[in-house]
């Protein structure tokens, strides 16, 4: 149990294109879901927090104009980066947990999705 | 501000066993989890601990003191697959996870 997906794994765009990242819960319904921000030899960044039916809530210093949110589900939330640029450049990690809970509740990975802007 | 630190890397051979500590200063506390990641992949999950003392799963425990903000990750027989980065992430008041810089266990035959 516990399985999250993300589509596109791997994705190279042009620079100025925009880019949708799905992350879905498969087995269970998910009011929360993350969206993180790895760059090479670095811990994950979190980049906002997603929850079912309301708007997304954004960490300091990452744009919510560029990096739209939308958690549509309890199963599906999508992450579009908008005008991407080569700084966009990252590993794209999302991840579910099940309640809406703060305490103890474990957070499940996608299996990350690669983005490369040229 | 939120400080999670745990060291850069270790190296062990095949067989042996190696311990990853973590200490943590963070805004609030609601369980400390440890994940394996390893390049290329996303995180996946090894344990959790919210109160004090040691939770075994396999060769693999993980220790808690939250008195001294403190939990160790033990990895014993080690094997080849266990070369990965260990992450240490706290749960803070808000449900996020606030992540250490990782560290890279460099497993030798």
């Known amino acids: 149990g516990a399985v999250v997906s993300q589509h596109p794994s791997w994705v190279i765009c042009k620079s100025g294109t925009s880019v949708k990242i799905e992350c879905r819960s498969l087995d269970f319904q998910a009011t929360t879901m993350f969206w993180y921000r790895q760059f090479p030899k670095q811990s994950l960044m979190l980049m906002a927090t997603s929850n079912e039916g309301s708007k997304a809530t954004y960490e300091q210093g990452v744009e919510k104009d560029k990096f739209l949110i939308n958690h549509a589900s309890l199963t599906l939330s999508t992450l579009t980066v908008t005008s991407a640029h080569p700084e966009d450049s990252s590993f794209y990690i999302c991840s579910a947990r099940v309640g809406g809970r703060p305490r103890g509740d474990t957070q499940y990975f996608g299996p990350g999705t690669r983005l490369t802007v040229l | 501000g939120q400080n999670i630190d745990q060291p850069t890397e270790m190296t062990a051979t095949e067989g042996a066993i190696v311990q990853i500590n973590c200490t943590y200063q963070?805004?609030?506390?609601?369980?400390l989890f440890w994940y394996q990641q390893h390049a290329g992949e996303a995180p996946t999950f090894l344990s959790y601990?919210?109160?004090?003392g040691l939770e075994e799963k396999g060769r693999f425990s993980s220790f808690l003191s939250r008195s001294k903000g403190y939990s160790y990750l033990l990895l014993k027989e080690l094997q080849m697959k266990d070369s990965a980065s260990y992450l240490c992430a706290v749960n803070d008041s808000w449900g996020k996870l606030q992540f250490g810089a990782g560290t890279q266990v460099v497993v030798t035959p």
């Open positions: 601990n919210v109160l004090d």
């Open positions: 963070t805004s609030g506390f609601n369980g």
